[in-house]
């Protein structure tokens, strides 16, 4: 049997919000009195705000009282969310609604597999948000990638077996995830970075519906 369901991912899949997030870190980092460089942002891919926070930190040499750390993550994110309220259609990322819309016209179920806790917000924005079945965002998964908590959830929500899903991801903790979860990974972006896919391509303009096609028949 072919695949009957499919997770995407959000930063980097279906919009890239990554460049958002770096300059609100970057941000940080200045008003703390540091560089933050587009190389260190990679560290950032596919890990908790938390996180993030703990290695600019660190890459600032700094250390924080508890206090502080909380109130820099809201600074963080607030500083975030003026850059997402500005956001429209035109930050989709080409060919996506092609592919959601493919899906959609075949009846197959989507979710959503992000660790954004702004997934919806940036979903509505963008006018995305009718193609998804089920959330799953950083609100409703304890465990990050690459652990498969996030896919697992999203999943269940569907009512399909892991084993018949398909994710699209752009992060290799996310590749991880989805094969941890023994679903079906496909690669999008660099496929050196990505090599753990079942499938990689550099973007969605790349896939075409034969491929869906061979994946759901």
């Known amino acids: ?14 919009v890239d919000t990554a460049k958002y997030h770096y300059l609100a870190w970057k941000n940080l980092a200045n008003q703390l ?6 190389e260190q942002n990679e560290l950032f891919k596919g890990v908790s705000r938390r996180r993030c926070l703990e ?3 660190d ?3 700094f250390t924080a009282s508890t206090e502080q750390f909380e109130r820099w993550l809201i600074e963080k994110n607030e500083d975030y969310l003026a850059y997402i309220e500005k956001m429209d259609s035109s ?23 992000s ?7 940036i979903l509505e924005k963008v006018s995305l948000l009718p193609y998804f079945d089920s959330l799953v965002d950083g609100n409703s998964v304890t465990k990050a990638k690459p652990n498969p908590e996030v896919f697992l959830i999203g999943a269940s929500n569907l009512g399909v077996s892991p084993e018949d899903c398909a994710v699209f991801e752009d ?20 496929k050196k970075i990505l090599s753990e896919a079942d499938y990689n391509f550099n973007d969605f303009t790349e896939i075409d519906i034969n491929f869906l096609d061979r994946l759901i028949s």
């Open 59 to 61: 890459i600032g040499n």
């Open 171 to 190: 992060a290799l903790a996310g590749i991880e995830a989805a094969n941890n979860a023994e679903m079906v990974s496909i690669g999008i972006g660099d």
């Open 33 to 38: 009195g540091f560089e933050f460089t587009l």
């Open 55 to 57: 290695i600019l930190l």
């Open 91 to 113: 930050e989709i990322l080409p060919d996506v609604p092609k592919v959601l819309s493919y899906l959609k016209s075949k009846g197959i179920p989507l979710a959503l597999g």
């Open 115 to 121: 660790a954004s806790k702004n997934a919806k917000a």
């Open 1 to 14: 049997m072919g695949v009957k369901a499919f997770i995407f991912d959000l930063d980097g899949v279906i």
